[in-house]
């Protein structure tokens, strides 16, 4: 049965941190519901009810445009080794980036990484864990070296260019609020 925290507790960031992916969900009034799958080490755990995590650039920028309309977002950590748990943290997100004041402070708690696009910072207003019983076992080999080594090709100006091209609107049309660059 699944139980209901107030805050992260220390025994769900004990979790969070043995966790090699998770989820991000986000949706704006209309349109499409999005679910994302992050990797890297690109998640940070700041207070009992505040986390923040890095995006790199990709293919579309959904979160940042449902966030713009709607800053609801659930995080899902989802345990596929050992223990069979899953978390979900619930709450609102606020986007930070280039050039906004706090983009050097939080950029620096990630390692450093080549088209980082958008730190999201959650206020967690509620945490879930439920049993993972019906998720399969998998065994971790390593994190892929293919969106570093993208952006790493790319170059500063290459990835602001791809951004402008691919990233300042979602599927649905709704702008994404990234700054020129």
């Given at each position: 049965m699944g139980s209901f925290y107030d805050t992260i507790e220390p025994q769900l960031v004990r979790f969070i941190a043995k966790q090699h992916m998770f989820f991000v969900a986000t949706a704006a009034p209309t349109g499409r519901v999005n679910v994302s799958p992050k990797g890297l080490d690109s998640f940070r755990v700041l207070g009992p009810n505040r986390v923040a995590w890095l995006n790199g650039t990709g293919s579309g920028n959904e979160t940042?445009?449902?966030?713009?309309?709607?800053?609801?977002?659930?995080?899902?950590?989802?345990?596929?080794?050992?223990?069979?748990?899953?978390?979900?943290?619930?709450?609102?997100?606020?986007?930070?980036q280039p050039p906004?004041?706090?983009?050097?402070e939080l950029l620096a708690l990630f390692p450093p990484m080549d088209g980082a696009r958008q730190v999201y910072v959650v206020d967690v207003d509620q945490c879930q864990t439920s049993c993972g019983f019906g998720v399969p076992?998998?065994?971790?080999?390593?994190?892929?070296?293919?969106?570093?080594?993208?952006?790493?090709?790319?170059?500063p100006d290459g990835i602001a260019r791809y951004q402008a091209d691919k990233n300042a609107t979602s599927i649905d049309g709704f702008a994404t609020g990234l700054p020129p660059r």
């Open positions: 940042a445009a449902h966030v713009l309309a709607n800053p609801r977002m659930t995080l899902m950590f989802c345990s596929v080794e050992g223990k069979p748990w899953i978390l979900r943290l619930y709450g609102t997100a606020r986007m930070v906004d004041p706090e983009w050097d076992l998998y065994s971790y080999e390593g994190q892929r070296d293919l969106m570093p080594q993208w952006a790493q090709n790319k170059g």
